[in-house]
C-alpha cells in the first residue's frame, strides 16, 4: 500500500509501499477512502510544536474509509462498515478526564497521524472503540472535513456556551472556520467572520455569515467593538497575533477561544481589561466522540454544508503549500478511492 510519509521536518512528505498493517488485539485495518488535510498535518509535518511527533510518520487524521479487517476482540464493527478515524485515536478510558467526559483531554491519549501512523496512506489501523460509523447518505470526500475540522469547531462554540442572541467572532475562515460559520448561525448566533483572503471572506457571506471583516485593512477589534463587542471569539487562524485583536474585540463577560495552534504561539493579555470586563480566555481542543457523532448526525440530516476539493494523494507537498499559502478555498480532501 502507498502512503505519504514525513521522514524528516520541513522536507517533502515521500511516497512510500509498505506492506498492510496487520490489526492487533481491539483493532481495525481501514481501506481509506478519502483524507482531509488540516492544518495540523502541516504544524506536524514542520515539526512546530513543542511536543513532537516522530518521524518517519504518516499524517493525516480526518480518516474515512472501509473496515477490512477487525483485529481480536473487536466485535462491534463488522468488515464493509464505512468509518471515521480521527484525531482522538485511542484515550485511556479510566482518567478523571476520560471518566469526566473530556476524554480529549486525557493525557495517555494516542493521536492519528502523530503519534501513531494516519490517513495519508491507502490503509491504517485505528482502534476500533475510536473509529466511529459514518452514517449512510454521507460520501467519503464529503465526511472527512468534518472529522477534525467539524468536530473542532462544533466543540469550541460549545466551549464558548454560544447563545442565540451571541454576536460570535470567527477569525480565520478556513476547514475550521468554514463550519464553524454554520454551526454559529445553526446556534441562532449573529456572526462576524474574519480573514486575510478575498475568496474566504467571500465564502463566508455565502455560508451566513451576517458580516464580514477584512484583516488586513480594517481593525478587527474596533469594528467588533462597534457592534457591542463579541460574545464570543474563536481564534482559528494560525497567526497569533491576530488573538490580541479577537480578545480587544470582545464585550464585557466575552470569551476568547483559542484552536489555532501557531509555533510558538503566545498571547500578551492585558491584566487590567481582563479583570475589569469579566473576560475568559480558554483553549479548546478537538472534541469528544460523542461530539463527532453529533456533527456527523447534523450533517446527515442536511444542516451543513462542507466545503472541500478533492486532490490525489501524489499532490500532498503542493496541496500543504497551497493550503499554508490559503490558495485553498476551505478543505483539500484527498480521494483515495479515486486513485485506485
Ligand atoms: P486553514 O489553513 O484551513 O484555515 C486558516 C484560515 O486562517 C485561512 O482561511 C487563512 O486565510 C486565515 N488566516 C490566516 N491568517 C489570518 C489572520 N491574520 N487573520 C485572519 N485570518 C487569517 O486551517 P485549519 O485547518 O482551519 O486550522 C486552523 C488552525 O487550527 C491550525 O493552527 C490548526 O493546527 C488548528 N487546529 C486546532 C485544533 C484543535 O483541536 N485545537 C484542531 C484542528 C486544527
Ligand atoms: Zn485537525
Ligand atoms: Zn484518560
Redesign the pocket.
Known amino acids: 500500500m502507498k502512503a505519504a510519509v514525513v521522514r524528516a521536518f520541513g522536507q517533502p512528505l515521500v511516497l512510500e509501499d509498505r506492506p498492510d498493517p496487520q490489526p492487533g488485539p481491539g483493532q481495525i485495518r481501514v481501506r481509506v477512502e478519502a483524507c482531509g488535510?488540516?492544518?495540523?498535518d502541516?504544524?506536524a509535518a514542520l515539526g512546530d510544536w513543542p511536543a513532537q511527533p516522530l518521524p518517519p510518520f504518516v499524517p493525516g487524521h480526518e480518516g474515512v474509509g472501509i473496515v477490512e479487517e477487525c483485529g481480536a476482540g473487536v466485535t462491534h464493527l463488522t468488515s464493509g462498515r464505512r468509518v471515521a478515524v480521527p484525531?482522538l485515536g485511542w484515550a485511556c478510558g479510566r482518567c478523571e478526564h476520560c471518566l469526566g467526559g473530556w476524554e480529549?483531554l486525557c493525557p495517555r491519549q494516542v493521536n492519528t497521524g502523530y503519534g501513531c501512523d494516519g490517513a495519508y496512506a491507502e490503509k491504517m489501523l485505528a482502534h476500533a472503540d475510536f473509529a466511529l460509523p459514518v452514517p449512510d447518505g454521507l460520501s467519503a470526500v464529503e465526511a472527512a472535513p468534518l472529522v477534525?475540522?467539524g468536530v473542532?469547531a462544533y466543540?469550541?462554540l460549545k466551549v464558548a456556551g454560544v447563545r442565540p442572541a451571541h454576536l460570535v467572532a470567527v477569525?480565520?475562515?478556513?476547514?475550521?472556520?468554514h463550519l464553524a460559520v454554520q454551526y454559529a448561525k445553526i446556534a441562532g448566533a449573529r456572526v462576524a467572520a474574519?480573514?486575510?483572503?478575498d475568496d474566504?471572506l467571500e465564502l463566508a457571506s455565502e455560508l451566513g455569515a451576517d458580516l464580514v471583516i477584512d484583516?488586513r485593512t480594517q481593525d478587527?477589534a474596533h469594528v467588533l467593538r462597534g457592534q457591542g463587542g463579541a460574545h464570543c471569539a474563536l481564534a482559528?487562524?494560525?497567526?497569533d497575533?491576530?488573538f490580541e485583536a479577537l480578545h480587544a474585540g470582545l464585550r464585557r463577560g466575552g470569551t476568547l477561544v483559542?484552536?489555532?495552534?501557531?509555533a510558538h504561539g503566545s498571547l500578551r493579555v492585558p491584566v487590567f481589561d481582563t479583570v475589569l470586563k469579566g473576560i475568559s480566555v480558554t483553549?479548546?481542543?478537538?472534541?469528544t466522540r460523542q461530539d463527532l457523532a453529533e456533527v456527523l448526525g447534523l450533517h446527515a440530516a442536511g444542516r451543513t454544508r462542507v466545503v472541500f476539493e478533492t486532490r490525489p494523494l501524489t499532490s500532498v507537498n503542493e496541496s500543504l503549500h497551497d493550503?499554508?499559502t490559503?490558495q485553498?478555498k476551505?478543505?483539500v480532501v484527498f480521494d483515495l478511492g479515486a486513485a485506485r
Do not use: E, F, Y
Open positions: 488535510l488540516c492544518h495540523t502541516i504544524h484525531w480529549s477534525c475540522a473542532t466543540k469550541a477569525c480565520g475562515i478556513g476547514g475550521l472556520g474574519i480573514d486575510v483572503v474566504k484583516a478587527v482559528l487562524a494560525a497567526d497575533t491576530a483559542m484552536v489555532a495552534l501557531p483553549g479548546s481542543i478537538v472534541g493550503v499554508r490559503g485553498v476551505a478543505r
